[in-house]
């Protein structure tokens, strides 16, 4: 299964309200979790099952959709909001990441 | 929870290199374990997965045939056994522990960096 994310990377601004996309190239339900990654360090879990929150994780992160079309909000942009962001499915043992979307600061 | 990997460094390519995954603060056998590798500068990648009692394993279609994941719960450790090392195998490689629900990875390693180089 192919995990999609769009975009690449986003230049934002602390405060921002900003939407990361990720698409399956087929249903995987709701199947589908999200990481954080900052540099050199190991990834976190943020959300799984598509919207439920980690233990831990802020409110301000939240995930929504299902079969091939997710997303994942961050409300209002903090400093350590700043970072890389994963997509994987877990409907298929194969259990694929997307490409990543990079959060910048403006 | 803690997962520390072991094992990585600079490898010629063609030979062979076992990364190993000591866990603790958690009752390794009732978990699946996978291994997650980072390329420099590149995204994810997901490589193998081994059931709690080590009877199903898969691996992604890069590796295999070349990789072999394994455990031994007795000794609280994941492997992950790796011959005819290419360059693109160069890679952080991580551990990690999955919850059976939704099959998340709730616990990291902090990763062990193999260099396929000559």
């Known amino acids: 299964i192919q995990m999609t994310q769009s975009p690449s990377s986003l230049s934002t601004s602390i405060g921002d309200r900003v939407t990361l996309t990720c698409r399956a190239s087929?249903?995987?339900?709701?199947?589908l979790n999200w990481y954080q990654q900052k540099p050199g360090k190991a990834p976190k879990l943020l959300i799984y099952?598509?919207?439920t929150l980690q233990s831990g994780v802020p409110s301000r992160f939240s995930g929504s959709g299902s079969g091939t079309d997710f997303t994942l909000t961050i409300s209002s942009l903090q400093p350590e909001d700043f970072a890389t962001y994963y997509c994987?499915?877990?409907?298929?043992?194969?259990?694929?990441f997307g490409q990543g979307t990079k959060l910048e600061i403006k | 929870v803690q997962l520390v990997e072991s094992g990585g460094g600079v490898v010629q390519p063609g030979r062979s290199l076992r990364l190993s995954c000591a866990a603790s603060?958690?009752?390794?056998?009732?978990?699946?374990m996978h291994w997650v590798r980072q390329a420099p500068g590149k995204g994810l990648e997901w490589v193998a997965f081994?059931?709690?009692?080590?009877?199903?394993?898969s691996d992604a279609d890069s590796v295999k045939g070349r990789f072999t994941i394994s455990r031994d719960n007795s000794k609280n450790t994941l492997y992950l056994q790796m011959i005819s090392l290419r360059a693109e195998d160069t890679a952080v490689y991580y551990c990690?522990?999955?919850?059976?629900?939704?099959?998340?990875?709730?616990?990291w390693g902090q990763g062990t960096l193999v260099t396929v180089s000559s």
């Open positions: 990690s522990r999955c919850q059976e629900d939704y099959g998340r990875f709730d616990s």
């Open positions: 603060g958690f009752s390794f056998r009732n978990y699946a």
């Open positions: 081994i059931s709690n009692d080590g009877r199903d394993t």
């Open positions: 087929q249903n995987i339900s709701n199947y």
């Open positions: 099952a598509t919207s």
């Open positions: 994987q499915q877990s409907y298929s043992t194969a259990y694929s």
